[in-house]
């Protein structure tokens, strides 16, 4: 199975500043449809995970802009542009190239 | 609106088994895939299952293989997990997943094994 490895693990921010979760895969997510499938995940305290970003860089309905994601091939990133006491949380990615899917360890992001 | 309802969970001893059901509306279920993500308390997401839609092909994490069989009644918008063997480490909240890539989450069921 695609080992996903996210770092760091826990992520202390200043609230208005910026902030970057890697993640990375133990193979390519490049699906033979030639669609990378990685997702990125909030998972706010005491809720359900809600989808933030899927096929790399696509941000869902109602996610605010300032979150982004970018990358290729195994290595991929989250970047929140001005971090906003809402964001604190689990982020987590998954591939959903290969089953079967995997998710990273997750990165808890919190206000400094 | 697109609902995900998680029934069935529960404490269960050491080796029971256990069926849970997702009820969905608000969306075409037919045609969905639908997928099972559990998180063990305090800990991180770990994808368990999935089915696709009409021709309901199976996946599971290897963890799960042999003893999870996810199945779904389209006739009914229901989902289906059945857990046999159950094991102490199969205690976490089960979500129910809208589609393969997880845009719509279910609130969860909490199944906890313990003697």
């Known amino acids: 199975e695609v080992v996903m490895t996210q770092s760091p693990l826990s992520l202390p921010v200043t609230l208005g500043q910026p902030a970057s979760i890697s993640c990375r895969s133990s193979?390519?997510?490049?699906?033979?449809?030639?669609?990378?499938?990685l997702i990125w995940f909030q998972q706010r305290p005491g809720q359900s995970p809600r989808r933030l970003i899927h096929?790399?860089?696509k941000r869902d309905s109602g996610v605010p802009d300032r979150f982004s994601g970018s990358g290729s091939g195994t290595d991929f990133t989250l970047k929140i542009s001005r971090v906003e006491a809402e964001d604190v949380g689990v982020y987590y990615c998954?591939?959903?190239?290969?089953?079967?899917?995997?998710f990273g360890q997750g990165t808890k992001l919190e206000i400094k | 609106e697109l609902q995900l309802l998680e029934s069935g969970g529960g404490l269960v001893k050491p080796g029971g088994s256990l069926r849970l059901s997702c009820a969905a509306s608000?969306?075409?279920?037919?045609?969905?895939?639908m997928t099972w993500v559990r998180q063990a308390p305090g800990k991180g997401l770990e994808w368990v299952s999935a089915?696709?839609?009409?021709?309901?092909?199976?996946y599971y994490a290897d963890s799960v293989k042999g003893r999870f069989t996810i199945s779904r009644d389209n006739s009914k918008d229901t989902l289906y997990l059945q857990i046999n063997n159950l094991r102490a480490e199969d205690t976490a909240v089960y979500y129910c997943?809208?589609?393969?890539?997880?845009?719509?989450w279910g609130q969860g069921t909490l199944v906890t094994v313990s003697s």
């Open positions: 997943v809208q589609g393969a890539h997880l845009p719509y």
């Open positions: 608000g969306f075409t279920f037919s045609v969905n895939a």
């Open positions: 089915i696709s839609g009409s021709v309901s092909n199976t």
């Open positions: 193979q390519s997510l490049v699906h033979s449809d030639g669609n990378t499938y």
């Open positions: 096929k790399v860089s």
């Open positions: 998954m591939q959903g190239t290969h089953w079967p899917y995997t």
